[in-house]
């Protein structure tokens, strides 16, 4: 029987290396014969973002002052090392969108056991099919997709449900000294900070996993 490891990801629906490195995760699992119960919580890339969200080039150049050539070369490696991952970033969105319906879903889908789900129909949205995640309808097609209950989902999304739960979380997070992600810890002891290779990973995996063990 494969030993179990508890694992926190902090992230967010329009990020590429949370895609990525939850990808790289998964076959990290397989490489150390563990299972991951895992857990997902909110970090929001662009909390102020309008409703008509912005350009992405447009808006990576303005945030972090890339130039379109220094954007197309990130493009580029990325696209590497997610398609070996399984992940087609050839239709993502070219807009980035405000992601708070996104996570208040998430965060009303923590104990379903299809939490998971749904955070991956949501990145499936956004970068394979290039859609808009904060569009209402898109994000109830997303619970459904997950397994989840779409009249339940759409209670949340017509109210403000779990708004002041996900930046409390935030906040937390951000105090915890988490500024970018993915973020993930493990065995509610181990910080790792970016997508990392698989066989690295699986060592981190490997070793927390046995810290835990009962004695």
């Known amino acids: 029987m494969a030993g179990r490891i508890q694992i926190d990801i902090i992230s967010d629906v329009v990020c590429p290396w949370c895609f990525i490195g939850y990808r790289q995760l998964e076959r990290a699992l397989e490489i150390a014969g563990l299972e ?3 857990r997902w919580h909110p ?21 972090y002052g890339a130039t379109p050539d220094q954007s197309a070369a990130t493009r580029h490696s990325m696209k590497a090392i997610a398609e070996p991952l399984g992940i087609d970033f050839s239709a993502r969105s070219t807009r980035i969108w405000n992601t708070l319906d996104a996570h208040r879903l998430l965060h009303w889908a923590k104990d379903s056991g299809k939490q998971t789900d749904l955070k991956l129909a949501l990145f499936n949205a956004y970068f394979s099919r290039g859609e808009n995640v904060s569009d209402r309808q898109l ?33 937390h997070w951000q105090e ?40």
């Open 176 to 215: 915890m000294g988490i500024s970018g992600v993915p973020a993930m810890i493990l065995a509610e002891k181990g910080l790792v900070m970016g997508a990392q290779e698989p066989e690295r990973l699986a060592i981190a995996l490997k070793k927390m996993a046995a810290l835990t063990e009962p004695s």
């Open 43 to 63: 970090f929001e890339l662009n909390p102020q973002m309008p409703p008509e969200g912005e350009d992405v080039a447009e808006h990576i150049a303005r945030k």
């Open 36 to 38: 991951g119960d895992i």
């Open 139 to 171: 994000l109830l097609n997303a619970v459904e997709a997950a397994g989840l209950d779409r009249e339940g989902a759409a209670a949340v999304l017509n109210s403000d449900l779990f708004a002041n739960e996900v930046r409390a979380l935030e906040a």
